[in-house]
């Protein structure tokens, strides 16, 4: 982190914030973002996370309650687009949707989220991506790429 306070100090410490209280926790194994300036402009960060939970639930009835309550939301621009596909550690359903987030500089702005959710034994992992609408096309492809290489580790 050191090189991005460096980099984007107030979004750094942001972050950094968010995620203390998380230290330690099963919840967020991993977070990053992405804090070059460029990156940044617009006060919203490109970010990943992962979460892990405990479910009872098949991926498929584990889709409907999420995307169901994903609409709900008021943050949450509908539609909520989800399919099925076949990562390396095998199905997963990826989710889309725009979500409107307030960002460091105060302003309301967009962001695109990609989640890809994945069920192994009792526990859901949701992989989490979310950059500027602008930047969506951009980054699709990083983040596909990251979905793809996530794998089991005995």
Known sequence: MKVAREQNPQVAEAWEQQFSNLKGS??????????APESTSSGLATAVTIFRQQTDKSLDSYVVAYIDAQSSLRETIKPVAHWRVYLTVGAAEEVQFRRNVTALNGQVGTTMVTQYLIIKGKDLYMLTFSTTVDQAEKYAPTFEKIAQSFQWVN
């Open 26 to 35: 099963d919840l967020v194994p991993f977070a990053g973002l992405d804090l």
